[in-house]
C-alpha cells in the first residue's frame, strides 16, 4: 500500500470508527477491537512493573499529578539545570518563524510553549533592528514606527497551544505565567497524545518534550502527531535516549538510581514517582529505534540529534 494510501485509509477509520474500539498498527493496517477484552489482555510496563494497558495511564496520571507542584523545581535540582539548556537547544534547532503555529503535546507546566514564543519574539525584535539599520537617513518618525509593537509585517501572530492529559500540571503552569504575567499567545488544553482534541492539518509544529515515554500507545500518538500537523509541518521530541559512551552510562545509571529517587524523596516527598521517571527513560526505545517508529508513522526525512553524550535527543521528521 502507498504512504498516500495508508493515510487516508487511518483518515477514513478515524472518522468512521470511535477511537476506543480500533487499533492501527504501525504497518498502516486496522483492526477493530473490543477495548475490554484487548486492553485487559495485553500488558506494558510502568517503570519496570509489568501491568495491564488498561492501568499505565492511571497509573502516569497519578504520578504527574502527585508531582505536579515541585514539577519545575525538582527538574532544575535533578538535572543541575541542564533541562534548560535541552529546552533552549531544542528552539534552535526548529527556529521557528513568526506566524507559526505550535502545538506542544505533554506540555506539562509549559516550558516549551513559552520558550517558543519567547524565541519568535525575540527573532522580530531582531528583524525590526536590522530593518532600522538599513534605512537610508530616517527620521525619527519612521524610527519609531518601526519599533511600534503593530507590525504590519508580521503576517499572523505565533500562538503555542500547550496540551496535556495532566489538569494539575496545566493548572499550575497557566498559573505561573499569568501571575509573572507573561501568558499572552499560550493557550492550555487537557487532551490526550493518543487522541488529540484537534482538527486534521492545524499546527506547523508539534513538539513533545519528555512526554513521549510516559504514552501507552506510542505508534498511536505519532499517528495523531502526523493528522493534526499541516501538510510540511515539523515533528519534534525532546526525550532522555541511549548513552553511548560505555563510561558515562555507568556514571549516569549511578546518579539516576541512586540520587533522582532521593532528591524526589527530600524535595517532593515522593519517591516512588521519582523511581518511575528513571525506569521510564531505560524502557524507552533507543535512538535509531525510535528514529523507526517516527518513519512508520508516515514522517519523511527523519533525523536526530544526540545531546549530553546521549542523555537526550531530539528527533525531527515532517508531514509531506
Ligand atoms: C516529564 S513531563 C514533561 C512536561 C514538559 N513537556 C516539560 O518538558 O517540562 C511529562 C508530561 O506528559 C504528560 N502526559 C503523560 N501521558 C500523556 C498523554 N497520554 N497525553 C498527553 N500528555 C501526557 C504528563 O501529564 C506530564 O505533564
Same mark, same amino acid.
Given at each position: 500500500?502507498?504512504? !498516500?494510501?495508508?493515510?487516508?485509509?487511518?483518515?477514513?477509520?478515524?472518522?468512521?470508527?470511535?477511537?476506543?474500539?480500533?487499533?492501527?498498527?504501525?504497518?498502516?493496517?486496522?483492526?477493530?477491537?473490543?477495548?475490554?477484552?484487548?486492553?485487559?489482555?495485553?500488558?506494558?510496563?510502568?517503570?519496570?512493573?509489568? @501491568?495491564?494497558?488498561?492501568?499505565?495511564?492511571?497509573?502516569?496520571?497519578?504520578?504527574?499529578?502527585?508531582?505536579?507542584?515541585?514539577?519545575?523545581?525538582?527538574?532544575?535540582?535533578?538535572?543541575?539545570?541542564?533541562?534548560?539548556?535541552?529546552?533552549?537547544?531544542?528552539?534552535?534547532?526548529?527556529?521557528?518563524?513568526?506566524?507559526?503555529?505550535?502545538?506542544?503535546?505533554?506540555?506539562?507546566?509549559?516550558?516549551?510553549?513559552?520558550?517558543?514564543?519567547?524565541?519568535?519574539?525575540?527573532?522580530?525584535?531582531?528583524?525590526?533592528?536590522?530593518?532600522?539599520? !538599513?534605512?537610508?537617513?530616517?527620521?525619527?518618525?519612521?524610527?519609531? =514606527?518601526?519599533?511600534?509593537?503593530?507590525?504590519?509585517?508580521?503576517?499572523?501572530?505565533?500562538?503555542?497551544?500547550?496540551?496535556?492529559?495532566?489538569?494539575?500540571?496545566?493548572?499550575?503552569?497557566?498559573?505561573?505565567?499569568?501571575?509573572?504575567?507573561?501568558?499572552?499567545?499560550?493557550?492550555?488544553?487537557?487532551?490526550?497524545?493518543?487522541?488529540?482534541?484537534?482538527?486534521?492539518?492545524?499546527?506547523?509544529?508539534?513538539?513533545?518534550?519528555?512526554?513521549?515515554? =510516559?504514552?501507552?500507545?506510542?505508534?498511536?500518538?505519532?499517528?495523531? %502527531?502526523?493528522?493534526?500537523?499541516?501538510?510540511?509541518?515539523?515533528?519534534?521530541?525532546?526525550?532522555?535516549?541511549?548513552?553511548?559512551?560505555?563510561?558515562?552510562?555507568?556514571?549516569?545509571?549511578?546518579?539516576?538510581?541512586?540520587?533522582?529517587?532521593?532528591?524526589?524523596? @527530600?524535595? %517532593?516527598?515522593?519517591?516512588?514517582?521519582?523511581?518511575?521517571?528513571?525506569?521510564?527513560?531505560?524502557?524507552?526505545?533507543?535512538?535509531?529505534?525510535?528514529?523507526?517508529?517516527?518513519?512508520?508513522?508516515?514522517?519523511?526525512?527523519?533525523?536526530?540529534? =544526540?545531546?549530553?553524550?546521549? @542523555? @537526550?535527543?531530539?528527533?525531527?521528521?515532517?508531514?509531506?
Amino acid at each position: 500500500m502507498s504512504v !498516500t494510501m495508508a493515510v487516508s485509509m487511518r483518515s477514513l477509520v478515524r472518522r468512521v470508527i470511535p477511537l476506543s474500539h480500533r487499533h492501527i498498527n504501525v504497518s498502516g493496517r486496522t483492526s477493530c477491537r473490543c477495548l475490554s477484552d484487548a486492553a485487559a489482555d495485553r500488558s506494558t510496563h510502568f517503570g519496570f512493573e509489568t @501491568v495491564p494497558e488498561a492501568e499505565k495511564a492511571k497509573r502516569v496520571y497519578k504520578v504527574f499529578e502527585n508531582v505536579a507542584q515541585k514539577y519545575d523545581v525538582m527538574n532544575d535540582a535533578m538535572s543541575l539545570g541542564i533541562h534548560r539548556l535541552w529546552k533552549d537547544t531544542l528552539l534552535h534547532v526548529m527556529n521557528p518563524q513568526s506566524g507559526a503555529q505550535l502545538l506542544d503535546v505533554a506540555g506539562g507546566t509549559g516550558d516549551i510553549s513559552f520558550r517558543f514564543l519567547e524565541y519568535v519574539r525575540s527573532q522580530q525584535e531582531r528583524q525590526k533592528r536590522r530593518a532600522v539599520r !538599513t534605512m537610508q537617513t530616517p527620521s525619527w518618525q519612521e524610527i519609531s =514606527n518601526s519599533y511600534s509593537t503593530e507590525d504590519k509585517d508580521v503576517p499572523q501572530e505565533s500562538r503555542a497551544v500547550v496540551c496535556d492529559i495532566n489538569k494539575e500540571m496545566l493548572r499550575v503552569g497557566k498559573q505561573k505565567y499569568e501571575s509573572a504575567g507573561v501568558s499572552a499567545g499560550l493557550s492550555w488544553v487537557v487532551g490526550d497524545a493518543e487522541e488529540l482534541p484537534f482538527d486534521d492539518d492545524q499546527f506547523d509544529i508539534y513538539t513533545i518534550a519528555f512526554g513521549i515515554r =510516559n504514552v501507552t500507545h506510542i505508534d498511536q500518538a505519532l499517528q495523531e %502527531a502526523l493528522r493534526v500537523l499541516k501538510p510540511g509541518g515539523r515533528f519534534m521530541c525532546l526525550e532522555f535516549s541511549k548513552v553511548t559512551n560505555p563510561v558515562l552510562a555507568r556514571l549516569y545509571d549511578a546518579y539516576s538510581f541512586q540520587m533522582i529517587p532521593v532528591l524526589g524523596e @527530600v524535595i %517532593a516527598g515522593d519517591w516512588k514517582s521519582y523511581q518511575y521517571l528513571v525506569e521510564s527513560i531505560r524502557k524507552f526505545p533507543n535512538q535509531e529505534e525510535f528514529k523507526s517508529m517516527i518513519e512508520d508513522a508516515g514522517f519523511y526525512c527523519v533525523q536526530y540529534y =544526540n545531546f549530553t553524550g546521549g @542523555v @537526550v535527543a531530539i528527533h525531527s521528521g515532517f508531514k509531506l
